[in-house]
């Protein structure tokens, strides 16, 4: 059973707009790195009509003020890693690089286990279908790299 090159383009644009995703993070989280996070907060906890002294608002004002500038920026820089990686894998993908299949296959099932831990500890429908693309994209790059010889 030979690939489709339409399959492999798909997990390169998956893979690329896990990228954009991650690039836009690293943009928030860089322009946000300079300001004050706590007033930020209280905006956001009074913008969608929350009380900031009660419980939960207060907690999470709390957390996010707690964060140091610091962390903020080495946060942004893991993104844009992440960022890197997820186009460079994408790119390869989608000139049918086979290194960059064996990336998609092994990266892919890293994450297996912990997708898994996470459905069944806080089981969500988010956490479901993200176990089920990760399992479907594994198992089409296994069968990229390892197609069935058709019998006679």
């Known amino acids: 059973m030979k690939h489709s090159n ?3 383009r798909a997990v390169a644009v998956l893979e ?3 990228g954009l995703l991650s690039l836009l993070v690293a943009i928030g ?3 946000y790195a300079g300001q004050n996070l706590s007033m930020l907060a209280i905006e956001l906890v009074t913008h969608l009509h929350l009380n900031p002294a009660s419980h939960y608002p207060s907690i999470f004002i709390s957390a996010v003020g707690s964060v140091s500038q610091s962390s903020l920026t080495i946060l942004a820089l893991g993104a ?4 890197l990686v997820r186009f460079i894998e994408a790119y390869g993908l989608w000139h ?6 064996w990336f998609a296959l092994l990266s892919g099932a890293i994450y297996l286990p912990f997708e898994f831990y996470e459905m069944m500890s806080h089981f969500s429908l988010l956490s479901v279908i993200v176990l089920l693309i990760n399992l479907v994209v594994v198992m089409y790059m296994y069968f990229v790299l390892f197609p069935l010889r058709a019998s006679i």
Do not use: D, F
């Open 80 to 83: 844009a890693a992440y960022t």
């Open 29 to 31: 989280l860089h322009i």
């Open 6 to 8: 339409k399959g492999v």
């Open 96 to 101: 049918n690089m086979r290194w960059t299949q």
């Open 16 to 18: 690329a707009s896990k």
